[in-house]
């Protein structure tokens, strides 16, 4: 059995999600760009490739990888107690 965390986020100025412990320690305008981009997706899949589009206008070396890790650090910082691979 699973329990549900209530998280809220906030996207009119900067983005931010507030959890039942209080504020979410999210990194960097990039990963907060990652977050309001799936959230705009609204539980709807969002391509690698997409991301990658929206986050750079000329995407760098690693770029699929930097993806990986912010989303990775997102589920970290929004699930907190949720077991991790």
């Known amino acids: 059995m699973t329990s549900q965390t209530s ?19 999210l990194k960097g305008t ?10 705009v997706a609204r539980g709807r899949l ?8 929206d986050l750079w206008a000329e995407p760098p070396e690693g770029a699929v990888a930097a ?3 912010f989303v990775a650090d997102l589920r970290r910082a929004l699930e907190p107690d949720r077991p991790h691979p």
């Open 46 to 53: 969002v391509p690698v490739d997409r991301l990658v589009g």
């Open 7 to 25: 998280v809220r986020f906030g996207v009119l100025g900067p983005v931010e999600a507030v959890g039942e412990r209080g504020p979410v320690p």
């Open 30 to 39: 990039r990963q907060r760009a990652v977050l309001a981009r799936l959230l």
């Open 67 to 69: 993806i990986r890790t």
